[in-house]
């Protein structure tokens, strides 16, 4: 029989009604939602861990360091067959992304969660699990790096994003589409990733790296403040292709001439960042000030990236490239 690990960290899929304001409130449901899930699946021994039981915008990169650390040490001293996390739905994908890079693991390790409480008409935390243990049960989904499994849909950790604040198929690959689904009990997958896996193991994040979101008339004047709080990373969540205003340009040289790794991302969710403009703030006179490229990685899973490669004391040249 194959066992699986369940690691479970909180979220709404282990939320329920405060009974006096009626709002959704960390709740430990587990024993209850355990023994749904395992009736109904045959043949699976379910071995969990309660990690946390916190609300995912209280997860922190160091937690993410320390779920692939618990998750590493498991596969190598226990024989299992997968690993399923439950995870708020808020950063679910920024930790994905982090254990993907973290992770050099063969097996399939799937991040699950809900949009609704276990309280609420609809909860979609049991069929979620479900789903995301028979993933992980899968052969097929050895070889796929982390992925993440709502709504009967796989995605992958680097392509996936929450795109929703509310609804039940809020995790999508915009620009992709899913890697397979889950229809009954059959795990399907149509294609593969469309990155190739990069592997970053930092032992600890030990570097501070911010992200600035770019605006029409944005002049860059924070960077005064991240300099001053001697930041070692910048992502500039930049126009389009890859463009900032031409009044943002000084601020972005004070801050390379400060050894500040400035990396560059698009506020567009679909689509590459380029050297395609030459004019003064285009991708190509950034590119030529020493800016490096995010390619089409969202903001704030190049932010984990830096943070872990600037932690081991990396190049930042030779993983964020114009190409
Ligand atoms: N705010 C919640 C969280 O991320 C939402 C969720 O779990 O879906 O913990």
Do not use: W
């Not at 329920?16 to 430990?28: A, E, F, I």
């Not at 708020?88 to 050099?104: M, P, S």
């Not at 205003?245 to 679909?270: F, Y």
């Amino acid at each position: 029989m194959k066992t699986i690990l369940l690691i479970f960290t909180g979220g709404t899929i282990s939320m329920s009604y405060d009974k006096v304001v009626s709002k959704s409130v960390v709740h430990d449901n587990h024993d209850e939602l355990l023994k749904k899930v395992a009736a109904k699946i045959e043949n699976v021994n379910l071995e969990s861990i309660i990690y946390s039981l916190v609300p995912s915008p209280s997860i922190t990169p160091n937690d993410m360091l320390e779920i692939g650390k618990l998750i590493e040490k498991k596969f190598a001293t226990k024989n299992i067959s997968g690993v399923v996390i439950t995870h708020g739905t808020d950063t679910l994908e920024e930790t994905a992304y982090f254990l993907d890079l973290f992770l050099n693991e063969k097996k399939p390790v799937v991040l699950t969660g809900s949009m609704r409480n276990f309280d609420e008409v609809g909860y979609d935390g049991f069929s979620n699990l479900v789903s995301a243990i028979l993933v992980a049960l899968s052969p097929e989904s050895n070889n796929r790096g982390v992925l993440v499994c709502l709504n009967d849909e796989i995605n992958s950790a680097v392509e996936v994003m929450k795109t929703h604040t509310l609804a039940l198929d809020t995790f999508k690959s915009l620009e992709f589409g899913p890697l397979g689904l889950v229809d009954e009990k059959t795990v399907i997958y149509y294609r593969d990733a469309t990155y190739e896996k990069e592997h970053i193991k930092p032992t600890e994040l030990d570097k501070r790296v911010e992200i600035i979101k770019v605006v029409s008339g944005e002049d860059g004047k924070i960077i005064d403040f991240y300099i001053n709080e001697k930041v070692s990373g910048i992502i500039i969540e930049s126009l389009g292709r890859g463009n900032v205003p031409k009044i943002m340009v000084p601020q972005i040289k004070k801050a390379l001439k400060h050894n500040i790794s400035v990396v560059i991302t698009s506020r567009c969710p679909m689509g590459l960042v380029r050297d395609t403009y030459a004019y003064e703030g285009g991708g190509y006179h950034l590119k030529n000030l020493g800016v490096l490229s995010g390619g089409s990685l969202a903001s704030e899973k190049a932010r984990l990236k830096l943070m872990a490669i600037l932690s081991l004391n990396l190049d930042p040249k030779d993983f964020f490239s114009y190409n």
